[in-house]
Each structure stands twice: as C-alpha cells, then as structure tokens.
C-alpha cells in the first residue's frame, strides 16, 4: 500500500507536467482571410520602376559596386513564353481574329522623347475634346490596372510606365509596356478590339511606328507601337472610355 502511494506520489508530477505540454500541441489558428483587394493587385500586370528603367538604357543593368557585368531583359522573349500571350489573345478575342489591313501612309509618328503626356494630349485633340482631359492627375504604373475592360494591355504585358486622370466626362489612361510579340501582331490585337469595342478603327504607319487610332463620338484609344532592342514597345492611351 505504501509502494503504491509513493508511485502516485513520484508519477503526480510527471502527469502535471505532460499536460501542461500537451496545452502547445493544439491545431494552429486558422489563416486570416486573404484580402480581396490585395488579391486583385496581386493578378494584375507586372509593374517596373520608371526611373530604373530610364537608367537601365532600356534594359535593366545588374552592378555590384562597379560596372554593368551584363543587361538583364526586361521580359520574357522566349518562344514559350510568346506561345502563352498568343493563347491569352485567343481568349480574349477568339481563334478567328481579323487580321488588320495594310496602313495608310501618311501618319506622324509619336517623337522618341514624346512623354505619355504629351501622346495623350495628341489623342484629345484628334477626339476635339477638352485639352483639360490631358492634364493627368498623377504619373505611376498602377494606372495601368484601371484601363478601361474594352481595351486592355495585351495579355502578360509587362508594365513601365503610366499617367491618367479620372476628371467628369474624361477618364484619360496613358501606359507604356513591353510584349515579346512582333508589332504586326499587337496591331492586330487591338484592331480587333476596337470593333468588339464597336469604336471605328485606322491603322496608320509612320516612319519609325505604327498606330491603331479608334474612335466613336468622343470617345477613342491609340496604341503607337513600335520595336526596340528589348522587345516591342506598346503606348496605349484611352479617353473616355
């Protein structure tokens, strides 16, 4: 009898302490619900730092105290990669897309050191619009994840760079992104979505881009495309729409 006492005795401690960790052996709580906003951010377009990209001489440099070792590409410019867009304009606009016709000559194309301002103004005086619709609000990539559903950036394009605003009658987006795809093929692109669109599209050609100009009353977009060494650079600018 007094064996077993003394064994309750030595084995009250023990229990104590074995229940006392089983108390940090319970389920984990449960993960917060993901936010709906952030979600959204996070599937939209990739974003790049404006100011990088004008000291990158198009392409971003990788420098460790010393000088560039090698460009890195901005985009993906592989043949996977373009065989992904390519479906992502299937979706979008269907297998049996229209081709857009040959361009008129007589375009003048946007200047290289044109700002996305200054092609914006350009659209709203050919639209005969409000001049004040091309003062934009603010500069910032982010613009580009509220262009208008009808014309969207070309499926995985890769965002530099945008300005807009957001005034009664106006809703002006102005972005510049980067695709892999040949111009011929984001003209085509946005030629078809300007008819889903029912906007009356015009494909022009300068000496050193192309242009799908659309337009219904005074309302419209341009997308001033045109090749660089890192890809195929796209100026898409909406005005109220």
């Known amino acids: 009898m007094r064996l077993a006492n003394k064994v309750m005795v030595m084995l009250g401690p023990v229990s104590a302490l074995a229940a006392l960790t089983g108390c940090g052996r319970g389920e984990p709580p449960p993960p917060p619900p993901r936010d709906p906003v952030i979600a959204a951010v996070l599937q939209e377009p990739l974003m790049t730092d404006p100011d990088l990209v004008g000291l990158s001489q198009e392409g971003a440099l990788f420098t460790l105290a010393g000088p560039a070792s090698a460009p890195i590409p901005l985009i993906d410019r592989t043949d996977d990669e373009r065989a992904k867009v390519r479906a992502g304009i299937v979706r979008m606009i269907g297998a049996d897309a229209q081709p857009a016709p040959d361009p008129a ?25 409000d001049p004040r619709c091309a003062v934009p609000a603010g500069r910032s990539a982010i613009w580009g994840a509220s262009l208008p559903e009808a014309v969207p950036i070309l499926p995985r394009g890769h965002l530099i760079d945008g300005v807009g605003n957001d005034l009664p009658g106006c809703r002006l987006r102005a972005v510049t992104f980067l695709t892999p795809l040949s111009p011929r093929e984001v003209i085509d692109f946005y030629w078809n979505l300007a008819g889903a669109a029912r906007l009356s599209p015009r494909h022009d050609a300068g000496q050193d881009d192309a242009r799908i100009f659309a337009s219904g009353g005074e309302a419209g977009f341009a997308a001033y495309v045109r090749t660089r060494a890192d890809g195929t650079a796209v100026t898409l600018v909406t005005v109220g729409l």
Do not use: I
């Open 105 to 129: 000559p007589a375009m003048t194309g946007t200047e290289p050191a044109a700002t996305l301002a200054d092609t914006a103004a350009r659209l709203v005086r050919e639209l005969r619009r």
